[in-house]
Every structure is written in C-alpha cells, then in structure tokens.
C-alpha cells in the first residue's frame, strides 16, 4: 500500500508544481480547431496511456487510482535502472522513471472511475516499460478531436457535473455528436490553492 507521504512527494518531485500552482509537466501536444469563451475543440494526436480502474465514486476512488499510477512511473515497471531521489522517503526505488505529464485523467465506468496518466511523447508501446501492477494497464489512444471546457475551483464532483452539462449543452448547440462520456482533467495537485488551479472536462467528439 502506498503511503500518503509517498504520493504527495512524487507528484510534487514530478509536475514541479508547488502550492501556488506553478507547474512544469509536459503536455501533449494539440492544435486548437475552433474556440468559444473557456470552450476549445482540440484535435488531439495519437497518445499513449497508463491507466486504472477502482471501484467507487469520484471521491473514494482517486486516491487509490492515483497511487497506483504513480508508482508505475515511480519505478514499479520493467525497467532495470535504479534511481536515487532527493527525497528521504524515496531512496533508489528499482525500475525506470517515467516523467509524469498534465492532465491527469478521469472518466466514469459503470460504478467505478478510470484514471489515466499519458505518457511524454519519446515513448511508444515496444519502449514503454511494462507495469508490474496488475491493475495498470497500457493503452495506445488513436488520434481524436476533443471538446473541451476550461475552470479553476475545487475538482468535486459538484463541479465536474454542472462544467459537463455546461459543455455538453454548447456541443449540443453547435451540431457536435458527442462520442464519450465527460472525463474530467486535472492539470494540478490537490493541495495548489483553489483558484490558481487549472481543470478541464473533455468529451470525445464527431468532426461536424
């Protein structure tokens, strides 16, 4: 079981985040098609995931999923590379080191929730180290034209309601055909301050 110590430190020592906010996580790469106000349809290329699935609501889930993710890229994979971190309470863990990227993502499934953490670019699926969790699976995304809208604010489920029916109303609206449910999309970590963080819904959308 991975301890909370544990996960606040490798997110901290991965986004480069701090408590104001600042983060330096990689992105994947889009290009802006059309934009409304906090509203972008991106297309999206090809993208590669880790993800997880854990039973519950959004709330009781995304601890667990996230510890999961995290020690995928923290060293619990195929990789032979050990590697020494600056913090004391993580010293040498065995395997290699994957560079966390932004947004962390999060999709209902039944009554459980999907996280999903995209991998940098230089890897592919023959060169990405092979989970030794069980429950992490990779995942090759194909390329995708995705809506999106943007907000800052608390990541509650709340909030994931009322910005999904924000965003699915305009796409309504537009003439979009909408080809997933929303998924939620977290760019920072819990603990940055409120309205300094950046979130997003995404809903997988047909060209028009």
Partial sequence: MTSPVLVFTTVLLLTGCSVLGKRSAEEPPYTVREQSGAIEIRSYPSLIVAETVVEGDYRETSGKAFSRLAGYIFGRNSGEQKISMTAPVI????????????????????????????????????????????????????????????????????????????????????????LSPPKAASYDPPWTIPMLRRNEIHIDVNDR
């Fill in 91 to 178: 010293q040498e863990p065995e395997g290699k080191k994957i560079p966390m990227t932004a947004p962390v993502l999060q999709e209902p499934e039944g009554d459980s929730w999907r996280m999903a953490f995209v991998m940098p670019e230089e890897y592919t699926m023959e060169t990405l180290p092979r989970p030794l969790d069980k429950a992490v699976t990779i995942r090759e995304l194909p390329p995708r034209l995705v809506a999106t809208i943007r907000y800052t604010g608390m990541h509650s489920q709340r909030n994931i309601d009322k910005w999904s029916e924000k965003l699915k109303a305009w796409l309504d609206n537009e003439g979009y055909e909408q």
